[in-house]
Structure formats: C-alpha cells, structure tokens
C-alpha cells in the first residue's frame, strides 16, 4: 500500500488484478475549461499528477506515487446514476473509503475520502446523513445514522451492501492518474465513450430505486438483451430539416414581428421546422444572412408566436453501434471540420440506458450525447457528420442575433467493439 499525508488520504489498493486509488481531491471547475483547471493544479502542487473526467467537468488531484493507478471513484461514478453514497473497508487494512456520487458526478471536498476505520466510516455517514436526500445508501446496517434508517422506512432511500470486489470492475479506458499536459482531447472522449461497459443498472421502478446490482448471470441469460435505440441518421435529418426551413418565406413573417430563431427537430417519421418569433422590430426572412439589415416597426412588447413548418422524414431504422474510440476521434474531427476548438465549441456527454432488469439483461452499450455550437455554413455540416459513426441528429436551432447554430445529437457506442485498427496493431 502506498500512502500519502495530502489530499483525502490517498493510498492505492490492488483489487482482482486492477490498481486503484482511494482518497483523491476531486474539484469541479466552474466555468472554466477542466483539462486546463487540471494542468494548473498539476504545476502549482509539486509531487502531484491528476485524473481528468472532462465529460462530467471535473478532475482529482493525487500523489504521483500512485501514478497509473485507476480512481475507484471515477469507476464507481460512471456505473451508478443519481445521488448516492457508501462506505467500504479497504482490503488488508483498518482504513474504511466514503464515496459520495449525485449524477456520477463525485461530490468535491469530501466525496472521495479515506477514514479512520469502521468508527470513522460511521461519524462520516452521520455527517453527511442530511447533505441530500440520498437516492441509495451502500453500506452494512450498522453503521447507518438513524436519519437514513428513517429515510428508508419512508420510502425515501434504498439501504444495501454489497462488497467492493464486487462493483469494482475497471471499464477500457478508466480514469487513471497521471501527468494532465499528456492527456489530449480525443484520449478524453474515447474514455467517455469506452466508459460504457460499466453499464449503470439501477432503474427506476414506480417512483423507487431498485438497488445496485442486476439479477444473477443464470436468470439474466433467459432475458433478451435490452436493443439500442433505432433512428434515422443525422445526414437524413439535416436533409428534411433543411427541406422545413426552406419552405418559410419572407411573407410568413406578419410585419411588426422579429424573426429571433429557426430550428428544426425529428417527430415520428417527419421534421418540424420552427420560427420563434417576438413583436418588437422584424427580419424578413431573406434579410437573415445580413444582421445589420433591419426593419424598425412597432408592435405589442416582446409578445412571442411560433410558425411551424413540416417535412418528411421515413422511418427509424436499427443503427449499428460503434467502436468507442472510432467515436470519439469522427466527434472531435468533427469540430475540426466546423473549424471549431473541442471544449469551446462540442460538450460531450455519455449516456447509460435506463432499462429493468426483470424484462432484459444489462446492455453493453451506451449513447455519447453531443452538443456543437457553430457559425460554419451547411456544406461543412454535411461533410461532418457525414464523418461521424451512424448517429442521431437530435435538432439544430439557429439564434438569429449571434448567428450561431447549435446542433446536438446522439451516436450509440459499444466497448466490447474492436475497430479494425486496433485489429491491425
């Protein structure tokens, strides 16, 4: 075991042939760019490496001892949603770990911490007893503060334990500790992609949590797997989308009124296209590529009306899933292409399915949900997303003043993939 005095106790544990590290400084940077946040860390505390979650927008601080090692919490963070916390004996020693998770997101300060055995574990749980109202509590029963007991007994919480050998299984591409200045961004997206073989399978059930684990592997073979959701692709939609929003005219516009955006979004096996409008001064639709040019008029203030306009689409079909880092490399060619930077202009978010376990057994992949923000004109939103791994294009919306549009959509990865890339090296 290896200990370090700084941080939140951190030491490292070898779990069923995997090294992790317990007891890191998690720190969640508001409003600022967390690769960057990390690197600063890193160079201002001397004998200090990171982990770096940028799709959660957080990273920890801990001893470069442990350099390499996978962070417990990041892997126990991405497998369950909702707000939760735990304790843990810590293998071959008196030392416990509390773990405290709302959204997958470790809770900075004190989410990630070392105590001081199985009395400091229970002092840890009553002092944040009443921090949230937590969805699931994971630990043995007597060391649970009456608040949570009563929680329990209202309905209000799941109360559970199960050991840490058991939900410490590593994904591809777990979270490590290491030098932040040699993470690069499309290292960042693989790992948020590849995080999809810890599959969350927690679901909700009337209103309630149903706990940590699936059922056992015997029952779950009789179960089919949960399929991945079907969709047209992105090119298609850009297509229809495009097709509404062409079909508005100048004359749609009643005067007095300001065009303020477009946007277009899939139903069903159609688009609809969407003009918000506010009655205060007016574009005509034709003026739109030319923001100077505006027509004063006076109106009713800041009333708001939308016109809509359809197009069709064709049914969803089945898209094949792809190979996480294959993913993660077309979304950040992608920003390449709008000529836009990764991190200022694309947030990437991935997903887990909600499913019950009683119906299917647990799925192995999961979706990477994507937001661009962009000024680059439509051709090279073709060449982009033509690019990217079959996927969704979940809308587009164009905000008249900046001129700037944002498109988000959503492409289903599976980690047990293996591109023919890695089949070759």
């Known amino acids: 075991m290896t200990a370090g005095p700084a941080w939140n106790g951190a030491v490292t544990h070898t779990i069923s042939g995997t090294g992790f590290v317990f007891g890191l400084e998690w720190r969640s940077p508001q409003g600022a760019d967390t ?43 991405e497998r369950q949603d909702g707000s939760w916390i735990g304790v843990w004996p810590l293998p071959g020693d008196a030392a416990w770990w509390g773990l405290a998770v709302r959204h997958r997101t470790v809770y900075p300060v004190f989410g990630d911490t070392v105590l001081d055995g199985r009395d400091g ?9 009443e921090t949230v109202e937590w969805d699931l509590v994971i630990a043995p029963s007597d060391l649970v503060p009456a608040e949570l007991l009563e929680a329990e007994r209202r309905g209000g919480c799941i109360l559970e334990f199960h050991e840490l050998d058991t939900l410490l299984v590593p994904f591809r591409r777990s979270p490590v500790l290491m030098d932040p200045a040699h993470i690069s961004w499309r290292r960042i997206l693989s790992a948020a992609a590849a995080a999809g073989l810890a599959v969350a399978v927690v679901v909700a059930a009337s209103g309630h949590w149903r706990g940590w684990l699936p059922a056992p592997a015997e029952e779950q073979a009789e179960r089919p797997v949960l399929p991945p959701p079907h969709g047209v692709p992105a090119p298609t939609v850009l297509d229809a989308c495009l097709t509404a929003l062409g079909r508005f005219a100048p004359a749609s516009i009643p005067p007095g009124w300001q065009a303020v955006s477009l946007g277009c979004r899939p139903e069903g096996t159609g688009v609809q296209g969407e003009v918000q409008l506010t009655a205060h001064e007016w574009t005509p639709i034709a003026l739109l590529a030319h923001p100077g040019a505006r027509t004063p008029a006076t109106g009713p203030d800041r009333a708001a009306a939308t016109l809509t306009r359809a197009a069709a689409l064709g049914e969803p079909r089945e898209l094949p899933a792809a190979e996480p880092r294959v993913a993660g490399a077309a979304l950040a060619r992608l920003v390449e292409t709008m000529g836009g930077k990764t991190g200022e202009h694309l947030l990437v978010e991935r997903l887990e399915p909600s499913f019950d376990p009683q119906t299917h057994t647990a799925p192995t992949w999961s979706e990477l949900h994507w937001t661009l923000r962009t000024h680059a004109p439509v051709r090279l939103w073709r060449r982009g997303l033509a690019a990217l791994p079959p996927g969704r294009l979940e809308g587009m919306t164009l905000s008249i003043p900046t001129g700037e549009w944002q498109l988000t959509g959503r492409i289903t990865v599976d980690p047990t993939l293996t591109s023919k890339e890695e089949h070759r090296s």
Do not use: I, M, N
């Open 35 to 77: 690769l960057k946040a990390a690197r600063s860390a890193v160079r201002e505390t001397p004998e200090t490496l990171a982990v770096v979650r940028k799709d959660r927008w957080q990273f920890a601080l801990g001893p470069a001892s442990a350099r390499g090692a996978t962070s417990a919490a990041a892997v126990l963070a």
């Open 121 to 129: 574990a229970r002092d840890w749980l009553a002092a944040h007893a």
